[in-house]
């Protein structure tokens, strides 16, 4: 683009890298200088969505669900916590509850447009007997 505007505008729509040229010179003309420098543009990361999927919701003690990580927009790192101090990085983990209670699960995603999170929850009943 050749302009004459003291401050131009351009708009990029393709990545790339591009050359840019300014050349000044006096107001009659003369004294001419030229400098040429890059601009890099590149396509914005967006932020992942977290969203994950169960084997189950709820069972007897000891509990081993199976967590699907189910995200959109390319994750590049995963923290499952668990609602009973454990945690794992994996992106689809297993996890056995060994006591009962409500454990609320959340998951959180990330890459380099940002962080998002999604949460779900894990009922462990106490079983019906107890073996001898």
Not at 30 to 49: H, L
Not at 96 to 103: Q, V
């Amino acid at each position: 683009m050749d302009s004459r505007l003291r401050n131009p505008l351009t708009v990029y729509r393709n990545p790339g890298t591009y050359s840019v040229r300014l050349t000044v010179s006096g107001p009659d003309g003369s004294g001419e200088r030229t400098r040429e420098d890059y601009i890099t543009v590149t396509i914005p990361v967006r932020p992942p969505v977290a969203r994950f999927s169960q084997d189950t919701r709820f069972g007897f003690a000891p509990l081993t669900v199976r967590f699907t990580d189910r995200s959109i927009g390319n994750p590049t790192s995963y923290l499952w916590t668990f609602g009973d101090g454990a945690t794992s990085t994996a992106a689809n983990p297993v996890h056995t509850y060994l006591d009962p209670g409500f454990y609320r699960v959340s998951l959180q995603v990330s890459n380099d447009g940002g962080t998002s999170t999604a949460g779900g929850m894990v009922v462990v009943l106490r079983p019906w007997f107890r073996p001898f």
